[in-house]
């Protein structure tokens, strides 16, 4: 092999390994203090409804508040583990968030606080969040 073709192939790699620390999954390995959870949210005639994915979490881990129009939604997702595993693993790839979270949603208009109702299933976290105001959304 030349020293060219030496070259070529180290400028490469390098490329690959600026690339990869440019890109979303280096920063996942850096442990941050917090992540977002990717969510949904619909508009109904009489309520909002928000999805929130949060797979592997337990419902007990899940802190859900509304504070005017803002909706908090808190937890910590634990790492998860290999099942029936007792031996040591090593980690190929890691691209799911962990940690602390806490995601604020700033809702269009005010919401019932007193009636919001939170449920959490197959990894969802759904919250309805009825209208303070009974106001009809607009079709867009």
Known sequence: MSVKDEFDKLTEHFGDMVDQMLSRNYFRYAAPDAWNPSVN??????????????AGMDREQIDVQVDGRTLHIRGN??????PDSAETTCVQMMEIDTGRFHRKLLMPEAVDAERVVANYRNGYLWIRLPRDGLRRPQRR
């Open 41 to 54: 949210v619909y508009e109904l005639p009489d309520a909002y409804v928000v999805c929130v994915d949060l």
């Open 77 to 82: 997702r634990p790492n998860p583990v290999v």
